[in-house]
Antibody, heavy 117, light 113 residues
Framework: EVQLVESGGDLVQPGESLRLSCAAS????????MHWVRQAPGKGLVWVSR????????TYADSVKGRFTISRDNAKNTLYLQMDSLRAEDTAVYYC??????????WGQGTLVTVSS | DIVMTQSPDSLAVSLGERATINCKSS????????????LTWYQQKPGQPPKQLIY???TRGSGVPDRFSGSGSGTDFTLTISSLQVEDVAVYYC?????????FGQGTKVEIK
């Protein structure tokens, strides 16, 4: 069974950093593109970033480019999102999702990031 | 970037009646080489992650009830719930995966009238 478990969400002040993790199990992690999607409270889904199976190719939404860094450790079956220079508008539940040919068949439960002074 | 626009933002339907949600992409998401539309639909209930319902615009996911159906091609797509049930109360999102970034529609909230 595919499982994705996010962790690392917290309450931080504007300008601070946070690293999210997504532990994957039940599939060959290195074979899949992985994505981060976020959802602000009461709002819709917003794609954030993606990384290919080998970790060599990454893409970011314009809203996080230059501040967030996606990475993965295939030996640990773990996906990461390093978030720097956090802003109030980054407040959201962050989901990791596994992508296959038809996009996101598997999602984690999400981890809440709150940016507030 | 391809922009996805859903309509309506919300709708209230009586139990057992039909619910129809529309999704429009800013450019065609039909890939001519395989004649597939790169569109998926998700259902999200409160406090839960999204669940994939439909992919390739019209293929139901495993275990998805057959009252859910997807249609359309090119730039215009529809998700239909043929007979609304209580458990279908949720927000529904379309997403294109034709090109990066894989953007979502803004969501449509379905409630019971």
């Amino acid at each position: 069974e595919v499982q994705l478990v996010e962790s690392g969400g917290d309450l931080v002040q504007p300008g601070e950093s946070l690293r999210l993790s997504c532990a994957a199990s039940g599939f060959t992690f290195s074979n899949y593109w992985m994505h981060w999607v976020r959802q602000a409270p009461g709002k819709g889904l917003v794609w954030v970033s993606r990384i290919n199976g080998g970790g060599s190719t990454t893409t970011y939404a314009d809203s996080v480019k230059g501040r967030f860094t996606i990475s993965r450790d295939n030996a640990k079956n773990t996906l990461y999102l390093q978030m720097d220079s956090l802003r109030a508008e980054d407040t959201a539940v962050y989901y990791c999702a596994r992508a296959d040919a038809t996009m996101f068949g598997n999602w984690g439960q999400g981890t809440l990031v709150t940016v507030s002074s | 970037d391809i922009v996805m626009t859903q309509s309506p933002d919300s709708l209230a339907v009586s139990l057992g009646e039909r619910a129809t949600i529309n999704c429009k992409s800013s450019q065609s998401i039909l890939y001519s080489s395989n004649n597939k539309n790169y569109l998926t639909w998700y259902q999200q209930k409160p406090g839960q992650p999204p669940k994939q319902l439909i992919y390739w615009a019209s293929t139901r996911g495993s275990g998805v009830p057959d009252r859910f159906s997807g249609s359309g091609s090119g730039t215009d797509f529809t998700l239909t719930i043929s007979s609304l049930q209580v458990e279908d109360v949720a927000v529904y999102y379309c997403q294109q995966y034709y090109s990066a970034p894989p953007g979502f529609g803004q969501g449509t909230k379905v409630e019971i009238k």
